[in-house]
């Protein structure tokens, strides 16, 4: 029954046509989900490549997340494995240094819903700034590298991470212990979870 109410609530969610006029390549709303979902993902918004494609994190900013959870493509594409809904669902178009930041309207409209009826999610992801924003409100000030470092990945049942963009690898660079000491207990906690 709840299967069917999410089925039935993600395809308004595809058809939303909310914030159309501010769309440069019109909307084409990229989210999955399941009712059996174990991990969750909030991103920002798709990029253009998604938008063309409709299939979230189908760039390099995905290869390195499936890298950085340790998981193959079908893995990650398993809608009762991984949900991936991000804050807003649309490209939003380019800005001066990047893609323009994701549609309000999308948030505070579905995420609600959705969440509500995937009971089965162990573990959130909260990946880049507006998604921390938004989920982490009490960590909205510090700097990005301090939110990072001061969870616990071993335990927090929601967990910030930088944007896997290749904009990033330069604070990969800065920052070696997050691949030496939080990724490899975030791919712990994913194998766990997704082998119980």
Not at 149 to 168: G, I
Request: aromatic share 8%; with cysteine.
């Amino acid at each position: 029954m709840r299967e069917e109410v999410l089925e039935t609530l993600l395809t308004q969610v595809r058809a939303c046509r909310v914030c159309e006029k501010h769309l440069p390549l019109g909307p084409n709303p990229v989210v999955v989900g399941d009712a059996a979902s174990r991990i969750l993902i909030i991103g920002q918004a798709p990029g253009i490549k998604v938008h063309r494609s409709g299939v979230p994190w189908n760039d390099v900013s995905g290869d390195t997340l499936r890298l950085w959870l340790d998981v193959d493509r079908k893995t990650f594409y398993n809608p009762k494995n991984f949900a991936i809904v991000p804050m807003g669902f649309c490209y939003p178009g380019k800005g001066k240094s990047g893609d323009l930041p994701p549609r309000p309207e999308c948030a505070p409209l579905w995420h609600s819903k959705i969440f509500s009826l995937m009971p089965q999610v162990e573990l959130t992801l909260v990946v880049g700034s507006y998604a921390m924003r938004h989920y982490l409100p009490e960590s909205a000030k510090l700097p990005l590298t301090q939110i990072v470092q001061e969870f616990d990945y071993s335990r927090e049942r929601k967990l910030p991470l930088v944007h896997p963009s290749p904009r990033n690898k330069i604070w990969q660079k800065r920052n070696p212990w997050f691949i030496e000491r939080v990724v490899p207990v975030l791919q712990e906690r994913v194998r766990r979870i997704l082998s119980s």
